[in-house]
């Protein structure tokens, strides 16, 4: 029993002491075998995926396949200098189709890599997918320092694909990889096969234009500037990533300066794009199912490159002093005419003197009066050369001849019209002359104007019948339209020029902020399909990229200021008779107004500025900018001269800025909502053709109408007795051939636009104005001739130079060197060469001949009417 107990105890150590003896043998075992298994499995899969290296030959096409148990891989070297570049080009096809799984090419390079799949998948609109199976891609060349250098590039070739694809690699050097000056190189590109050459600026040449065209205008490609550097970005999905880039169809030009690339040298890219949506062309295929691969067909395009010097600083220098020496010439040749026309007044003036001072006359006047009494001194009548009285402080105390004569019979005395009648004699200017005493006139016309406001001031408010027979007679002449003061009168339109002053600075600050912005965009994103340029004559300065079409607007600022000085210097003269009560002056003549004519030659300055902010970027959003005050020049230019013969019932400078600024809203809700839409174009028209014929209304009737609701009723009793009782023609002959035109031309217009609506509105509603324009102008100088009036020389000088000058300035408007009605590629096909000094092209042309034009028409409406000024008002009439 002890032996037994004694036996177990020994035999439970040594069985302990075993067991810890082999444990670790047996881990260091199980991980042996570990080890094994997991070096046999990594051989196992060493086997199944084999790494081909081949040495690569340039301008051999290897045929290949390849698997996801295989890789390829391609050594290439080529020997770079840092004064030769050569470009480098891969090209892959697969020839197996509906793969699985794309082939993924990876280019290592000494400082770049590429890759890419093939078939390679490219996204149109609403995410359609195209597959392009033959790619051609351009290896970035890296600049390097060394005199001569050998780098190394490895094409890797792999798939996940389980069944063999086979493909074809071939890598060719670019001979013309480097673009020379005024050089043209044609090549192929397509989606899938971008091309992209080098350019070092030579000595000398600070600025250079590269011109990208074809003979095709579809596929859609994109034209881009980038700088040296990789990866260079040549694929239709990330080319608008860095650099400059336009769209184009035949024609594409972007100009580009030294000083934006700090390398001297950049690259020229062209991308094809999937699809021509971009440059205005159709979506051929529509996404029926998102998933399914849309085969695009053959999009390859040819084009042409050629980089041509840009003009120089002595160009810039010559275009700047072409334009100031044109519109310095104007200053020069007005102070001509007026010398001469002083030297021929003071000629005039002493014969007139000779003349009056003959010994007969002169001992008639010095000598007693017909009655044989002494005439009377000055200090009891006045001074007969300094003071006279004009015909409204005649009328002042009691009614003149012609008022009361027109309330019985509604026609001037008898006379027959459209018959001049003499001049009264200087006789009769004498007896007018000591009808009253002077020094209550005197003092009445040196009254504050501060003092005088129209609604407190209108001497006709409390005999609003008088309004009516006199404004209502058959023939009218100016002394009936003119009998209110003057001087509210005058005040009354002063207040033209202010308004349009106050309208012009908050207009034009905002303008030129946003213009500011608009080129600081393009600048910094580079895309040159923001602004609608003519980029085969943009010559850029500083950050304006078409400097040439900002500098041509000058002539507007230039060409107004001049007008606003003659305007002054009338103005001034004017006034100096009055203040020696010229008889000419106070009774004869067109009623001197100067308030609108200082608002036009404004309103001339404000278009120079705002057609300079528009060029700084030109597109659809800021064309109103170029047209806001043509509609202002056309409506003031009519409403002179409405009020011309119309002075006291002409339109006052609220009503009017009033209307105008309706215009223009409507101008921008056109340009807006305008395009295509037929609800929008059927408002516009009737509100169009209601408007006409409420102006024909207040026309025909000189505003002695009311607009109330018993309207239809006057209209009905009018057409009952003039049209059915009795068939009687209209009352204002004249008048009713000038409002049926206009409403034939204006009723024509309205259907136009309701037919074709046109996508430029600006333009249409611009159209609109100047038809109104030119046909009340037209209708003023017949009824002139035709009421016995002459036109001097001077003002039929400028009514043929101006109409000449519009002639030539309207053909180089037509010529359409860019327009916004279609896509930035489509616009690009207008785009011509600059055609005058190399700086100018025809739409700079256009804005020299049109601002000469303006001032030219300006001159016309200011100088037409001075035959009348010897005229007395009585004797002028109403049309």
Known sequence: MLFR??????????????????????????????????????????????????????????????????????????????????????SVDVLSQNLKSPILFVVRQKQAVLSFQVPLILRGLYQRKYPYNHLGRTLCQPPTKSASETQYFFVDVSTLSNQGTNYQLRVSRVESFTLQTDKTFSFTASPSQPQYFKYVFPEGVDTVIVKVSSDMNFPCSVMSIQDIQCPVYDLDNNVAFIGMYQTMTKKGAITVQRKDFPSNSFYVVVVVKTEDEACGGPLRFYPLRPDELIDAGNRSKILDVVVSPAIKSEVYVMGMLFCLGIFLSFYLLTLLVACLHNKRAKKRELFENLADTSPAETASLLGKNGDGKTPASPNEYGSLTDSTVSSEAVTDGAPSLDSAASADNYGYLGREPFKRRPILNQTHHIAIRFERPLENVGRSRQESLSSIEEDDYDTLDDINSDKNI??????????????????????????????????????????????????????????????????????????????????????????????????????????????????????????????????????????????????????????????????????????????????????????????????????????????????????????????????????????????????????????????????????????????????????????????????????????????????????????????????????????????????????????????????????????????????????????????????????????????????????????
């Open 470 to 879: 006199v404004r209502t007679k058959k023939y009218l002449c100016v002394s009936d339209l003119s009998r209110k003061d003057k001087r509210v009168l005058s005040k009354k339109y002063q207040i033209y020029f202010w308004n349009i002053a106050t309208i012009a600075v908050f207009y034009a600050l905002p303008v030129i902020q946003l213009v500011i912005t608009y080129q600081t965009v393009v600048n910094v994103t580079g895309n040159q399909d923001i602004c609608y340029y003519n980029f085969m004559c943009a010559h850029p300065l500083g950050a304006l990229s078409a400097f040439n079409n900002i500098l041509s607007n000058l002539g507007y600022v230039m060409l107004g200021l001049l007008f606003l000085l003659i305007v002054l210097k009338r103005d001034i003269v004017h006034n100096r008779a009055l203040s020696c009560q010229d008889i000419n002056a106070l009774e004869c003549g067109i009623p001197k107004h100067f308030g609108l004519f200082y608002a036009m030659g404004t309103a001339l300055m404000m278009e120079g500025l705002l057609s300079a902010c528009y060029h700084v970027c030109p597109n659809y959003t800021n064309f109103q900018f170029d047209t806001s005050f043509m509609y202002m020049i056309a409506g003031l230019c009519m409403l002179k001269l409405y009020q011309k013969r119309h002075p006291d019932i002409n339109a006052s400078a609220y009503t009017a800025y009033a209307c105008l600024a309706a215009v223009i809203f409507f101008s921008v809700l056109g340009v807006v909502f305008g395009r295509g839409n037929t609800v929008f174009w059927i408002i516009f028209s009737v509100i169009h053709i209601l408007a006409t014929l409420l102006l024909s209304t207040q026309l025909y009737y000189m505003g002695r109408w009311r607009l109330d609701s018993g309207v239809l009723r006057r209209m009905v009793y009018i057409v009952y007795t003039d049209c059915i009782r009795q068939c009687s023609g209209p009352m204002y002959i004249d008048r009713m051939v000038l409002l049926v035109m206009g409403n034939i031309v204006n009723w024509s217009l309205a259907a136009y636009g309701l037919i074709e609506r046109p996508n430029d509105f600006a333009s249409y509603l611009l159209a609109i104005a100047i038809c109104n324009l030119l046909l009340y102008f037209a209708f003023y100088i017949i009824m002139k001739l035709r009421s016995g009036e002459r036109i001097q020389c001077l003002a039929l000088v400028c009514i043929l130079f101006t109409a000449v000058v519009w002639g030539f300035a309207l053909y180089f408007f037509f010529q359409g060197l860019s327009t916004w009605q279609k896509t930035p590629a489509e616009s690009r096909e207008h785009n011509r060469d600059c055609i005058l000094l190399s700086f100018f092209d025809d739409h700079d042309i256009w804005h020299f001949l049109s601002s000469i034009a303006m001032f030219g028409s300006f001159l016309v409406l200011l100088t037409m009417d001075d035959d009348l000024d010897t005229v007395q008002r009585d004797k002028i009439y109403v049309f």
């Open 5 to 90: 107990s004694h036996w177990k105890s020994r035999y439970k150590t040594i069985s302990g002491a075993a067991d810890c003896w082999w444990r670790p043998w047996l881990v260091l075992l199980w991980w042996s075998c570990l080890t094994q298994s997991t070096c046999g499995s990594g051989a196992l899969e060493e086997s199944k995926h084999l790494v081909i290296q081949r040495e690569g030959e340039f301008d051999v096409t290897y045929n290949d396949t390849v698997t996801s148990e295989n890789q390829t891989i391609y050594a290439f070297n080529h020997t770079v200098s840092w004064n030769k570049t050569e470009g480098v080009r891969v």
